[in-house]
Each structure stands twice: as C-alpha cells, then as structure tokens.
C-alpha cells in the first residue's frame, strides 16, 4: 500500500466550514451589544424576544436550504406564506369558535395550501424544467394576487384565541418562546434528515451533480418535487403560525421574507450553486441579522443600518465562499482538462 | 472461450441531428474477456457505451443480454443486470465524499426501524468502500473530503473502485487511465485482469495501443460509427490496429 496522508482532522474540518466561521461572526457580534448594553441585551427577556422574532424565518429556512442545496431557489415562500394564512384564517372563520377543534382545522387548511403550492413549484422545475427563479417568481406573484383576490385586499383579523395565547405568545417550557419551540422541532428534523438521512444524501447528491445522480439511478425530478414542496409546506406552516404571532393574515408584509431567508441561508455557507449546506448555518445565518436589528435598537442606533450591514456580511459572505470554491478548482486541475478533452467526442451530453 | 456472448449489440443506430454516431454498430463481449474498443475520436465509441448502460436510446437495433433480447432503457436497468460503468467525465458528484460517491443510489441502510425511517448505516458503508479501495491499490488518502478537492488520477480510482465493486457481469470503461501516472495506469490495468479473472466481462475504451496490447483478450474496432475489424489481440499488432482505426490498410474481417 501507498504512504497515505493523514486524514483531515475533525477540527481542521469543522474549523474550515463557513457556518463555523459565520458562528464566530455572530458570538462577536453579540458580544459587543453585551458589552456595550448589558444590562439591557443580554437579559433573558431580549433573547426571548430574538428567538421569537427569527423562529418563522427560521422554518422557512429549513425548506429554502434543502432547495438551495438542489442548486435552485424559491422565490415564492413569502407569498405562499400569505396564501397558507388566508387560507386557514378564511376556513377558522367560517368554521367559527376559539378552541383548539377550529384551529387544528385552520392548521391543516393553511399547510395544505403551502404543500399544493410547493408541488406546483417543483412540478414545474423538475418536469417542466422552468428554471427554478422563473417558476418561483411566477408563483410569488399568483400565491399573492389570489391572497389578495380572496380577501379583496383586506387583512383578516379573526383568530382563534387559543392560537394567540398558547401559539403566539405562549410558552413551550421554562422561558423558551412557543414559536420558538416548534421552530427548534423544524430545524432539528430537518438537519437530521438532511445529514443522517438517505433523502438528505441525494439532495446534496442532485444539487453537486444532477447527471451524475440520474445515471446512479436517482429518481431525479420525484425529489427535486418532494424538495420543492417540503418549501412549500414549510411556508404553509410559517403561515399559520404568523397567524397566530400577529392576529392578522398581513398580506403586505412578507414581500422582504424571501430575500431574507436565502440571505441568511447563504451567510450559513450554502452555496447557490448546489451541493453544499447545513441547517445550523442557516441558523446561524438568521440569527446574525435578527441580534443585529435587536442590538441597533437597544443601543439606539437607527435599525435600519441592520439592512445595510446584513447586506455586507452577505456578500462577504458569498465573496470568501467563491475564494474557496477558487481555490478548489485550481487543485482539480487534471479533472478540468481531462474533461475539457473530453467534451470534443461527448459534448452536449443528453 | 468460445461461449456465448453476456452482452451483445447487433446494427445499432443513433443520430443527433444530422450526426450519425452510430450506423448499424455490432459488438459483442464473453463472460472473463477483456474486449478493447478502439477507434478515432468521434468514432462513436462513448455513444456505444451510452447505448448498452441505459444512458441512451439507440434509433433502431438490438440488445442481447445471456442471449437474450433486453431493452436497457436506464441505468438502474443495467445495474440489475450487473453492468456498471466508468464515464469518460466519471459522473461523480464533487461535493460529496468518496464513500458517498461510492454507495450513491446504493445507500446502506441502518438496520430496523431507524433504516425504515431512512437513515443510513455511515459506519458499514465507510468499510466497505475502505475495503473496495484497498482491494485496487487505490491511493484514496482521505475518506472525509469532496472528491471534487482529490487529483484526477485519485478521482478516477474512486470512479473505477465504485464500478468494480458493482459490476458482477460486465463494466465499461470509457478511457479509464486518461488522468492517470504511470503507476495509477498500472493498477488500473491489474485491476481490468482481476476482475476479468472473476468471470465479469470487461469492455476497455482506450487510445494507448500498448495498453489494449497488454490487457485485452479481443479488440473490435469502430469507425464512423460501425464495427469494422475484429482482433484476437495474441494475433494482432499495433500497426495492424492502428491501420484498422484510420482505415489505412483497407478493410479487415
Ligand atoms: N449528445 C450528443 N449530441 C450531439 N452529438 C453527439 C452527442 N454525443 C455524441 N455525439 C457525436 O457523435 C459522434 C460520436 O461521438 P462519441 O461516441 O463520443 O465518439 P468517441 O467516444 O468514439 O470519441 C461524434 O461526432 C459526436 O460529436
Ligand atoms: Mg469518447
């Protein structure tokens, strides 16, 4: 046998995962608001308030890393989100009461809605083959005209109470927020089937090398759909609950939702071209601008340099990210050539 | 050797376009020989592989597997019948780890409950693709890392090693030492006479004359999308080959 070089330690791999570097961003961060307004910040109360604001995101995360490591995107989450909420305020109201009965009904109704819209998504992308910013563009703009057209443009403001007081501001145990709470459920499935599981290993599989995976016999476009509408579904349950957080179906609210959540999906490390992606970056990545927003208010800094300098750590994000992909292809330089050889008698593979 | 044929193609046609890349194509392989398949660049040789590995649908021609017609229509066809591939462009998947790649479409399932639900057994698939790696001398230093980080030559071992370990009747493989050193190319070679030693069929694309000399038992040629010439290689020669392939010397059998 060769000599072999000692494999990659744990640490050194760890150390090089972007969502570990963007964990250190995030601890800085939190520790100069800690230092500069402790007594204020880092109180219970605060980090509350933090984790209750980002838990909607952050289930809307996890559907977006499962479509961004596919090497696609979805668009429309923000409007599925509305229409899922529509949807199960209009069936809680017509259903009338405030017990739980009409809100489990208003639960099923509005993640129901989110999963149809996800299975259009991903029909149209894995069959149609739309491109994925296309098809989610088109179905933001009909998940938000028909949210729209079923409410004539008027929020709906009747939930059920129980929603509000054990939902929406209720608590899971101890301190921890409710929402919260069931986001922690999301997220926690959600990165073991992505890293544990036989469906999380082709989806990496899809977005690193579709070909490559339809030649081993991946059944390609079933799990691209099955990605998309995992999304969709996610959205769906994003809508009920901001239902519940808000008391309003806020129609016009959620036009900014996408671009925040694949923000904070990027600043976690998962690449937009596919392959590459874990579930703790996108936590890390969400929490990043919500401690930010929190912060700048505490310390009375306009909240609306949050934007701008989210919008930094997003590029610079992406910026180190293209460096080591760089840096990648320069030691794969036999491969590029070989294929480029290649490519004179198999271009244009099928 | 005079058995039948495990896999045997018979007047395949394929065109893209107005390109013809195959016109009435035959080939044939036994069970325990290595046949090379050689011809110019645009013969039509990757498209012939395409075509028996349920990568392509051929326009009009058959298919005979044991004898038998089939229609290899993908893949995951040709795997049940035991015949794996090697790609020229290796079809691997660069952010995953060599073990990932190995058991793509193949996972291994944790046992009970936990494999039902879809988790997968990481631990066994570790040795067996450690095991597979081992057994063609592969120089596979790192389990961990993205095959897309590895050098070509360690790339095509694990293309190679994934084949091998699959195919238990007959695997392709499209100019398998291209990236490859002189010592890589070695094992390789060893590699195409032990598997052809445990009876699987080996179907050899290469342009290295010497090499086809070294390690095949036959060697038909393609040209212009048809088989033009066959060679018991023990009876042939390199310049009788290469006359074949450029069509030089006229017509051979
Ligand atoms: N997918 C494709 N689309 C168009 N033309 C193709 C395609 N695949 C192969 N060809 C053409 O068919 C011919 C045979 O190609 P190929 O089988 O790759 O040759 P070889 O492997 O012998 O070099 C070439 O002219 C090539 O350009
Ligand atoms: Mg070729």
Redesign the pocket.
């Known amino acids: 046998m060769s000599v072999q070089a000692p494999p990659t330690s744990i640490t050194t791999r760890i150390v090089r995962v972007q969502a570990f570097q963007i964990l250190l961003v995030l601890i800085a961060i939190w520790v100069v608001f800690a230092i500069l307004e402790g007594d204020r910040f880092a109180t219970v109360g605060n980090m509350r308030l933090v984790a209750q604001n980002a838990a909607i995101l952050a289930i809307l995360g996890v559907g977006m890393t499962f479509v961004i490591i596919t090497a696609g995107i979805d668009l429309s989450i923000g409007s599925v989100m509305v229409f899922s909420g529509v949807i199960g305020a209009k069936v809680m109201v017509a259903q009338g009461g405030d017990g739980w009965g009409t809100a489990w009904l208003g639960i099923a109704a509005s993640v129901a809605a989110g999963l149809a819209w996800g299975l259009v998504n991903g029909v149209l992308v894995a069959k149609a083959k739309i491109p994925p910013l296309i098809v989610t563009l088109g179905t933001l703009g009909m998940a938000l005209g028909l949210a729209q057209i079923i409410t004539k443009g008027v929020d709906i403001r009747e939930v059920p109470l129980v929603m509000q007081s054990k939902i929406g501001y209720g608590n899971a145990f101890g301190d921890v927020p409710m929402l919260a709470g069931i986001a922690l459920v999301f997220l926690v499935v959600g990165g073991v089937v992505l890293h544990l599981t036989r469906f999380g290993r082709h989806t990496y599989a899809i977005g690193s090398n579709e070909e490559a995976a339809r030649r081993v016999g991946l059944k390609v476009d079933r799990h691209l759909i099955a990605v998309y509408a995992i999304s969709g579904g996610l959205a769906g349950v994003a809508g009920i609950l901001s239902l519940a957080q808000f008391a309003t179906t806020a129609i016009a609210g959620q036009s900014q939702t996408n671009l925040n959540v694949i923000a904070a999906v990027v600043i976690g490390g998962t690449s937009l071209f596919g392959g590459v992606g874990t579930i703790f970056g996108t936590v890390v990545g969400l929490f990043i601008p919500a401690v930010l927003q929190n912060g700048f208010i505490i310390v009375g800094i306009q909240p609306f340099w949050q934007q701008v300098a989210v919008g930094a750590v997003l590029i610079v994000a992406v910026y180190v990210d293209q460096l080591r992909r760089a840096a990648a292809q320069r030691g794969g330089r036999t491969n590029v050539l070989s294929r480029l050889r290649g490519r004179e ?6 | 050797m005079s058995e039948q044929p495990i896999l045997e193609a018979r007047g395949l046609s394929r065109r ?2 107005h ?1 013809t ?1 195959l016109d009435g194509a035959d080939f044939d392989v036994r069970p325990g020989e290595v046949v090379a398949l050689i ?10 592989v395409k075509a028996l590995s349920g990568n392509l649908a051929v326009d009009s021609g058959e298919i005979r597997f044991d004898g038998k017609p089939v229609a290899i229509e993908t893949p995951t066809v040709a795997s049940g019948l035991g015949i794996e591939t090697v790609y ?1 462009d290796l079809a691997l998947a660069p952010h995953l780890d060599p073990v990932a790649n190995m058991f793509l479409g193949r996972e291994v399932m944790r046992p009970g409950v936990l494999g039902a639900l879809g988790f997968m057994d990481a631990k066994q698939m570790r040795v067996g693709a450690q095991e597979a790696f081992d057994l063609l001398g592969a120089t596979v230093t790192d389990l961990n890392v993205p095959v897309g980080s590895m050098s070509g030559g360690q790339r095509q071992a694990i293309a190679i090693a994934r084949a091998v370990h699959w195919a238990n009747r007959v695997v392709f493989l ?1 100019e398998p030492t291209a990236a490859l050193g002189v010592r890589q190319t070695a094992n390789v070679l060893d590699t195409i006479r032990r598997v052809r030693d445990h009876g699987v069929a080996v179907v050899f ?1 290469s342009h290295s004359m010497p090499h086809v000399i070294e390690v095949s038992d036959r060697v038909q040629v ?1 040209r212009m ?1 048809r088989r033009v010439a066959t060679f018991e290689t023990a009876q042939t020669s390199m310049e009788e080959l290469v006359g074949a392939m450029t069509g030089v010397n006229g017509e051979a059998a």
């Not at chain 2, 011809?39 to 012939?48: I, Y």
């Open positions: 008698s198999t271009s244009n593979e099928e | 893209f376009g390109v890349a011809g110019d660049n645009g013969a039509g040789k990757s498209t012939l020229q499209d694309i393609l999308g």
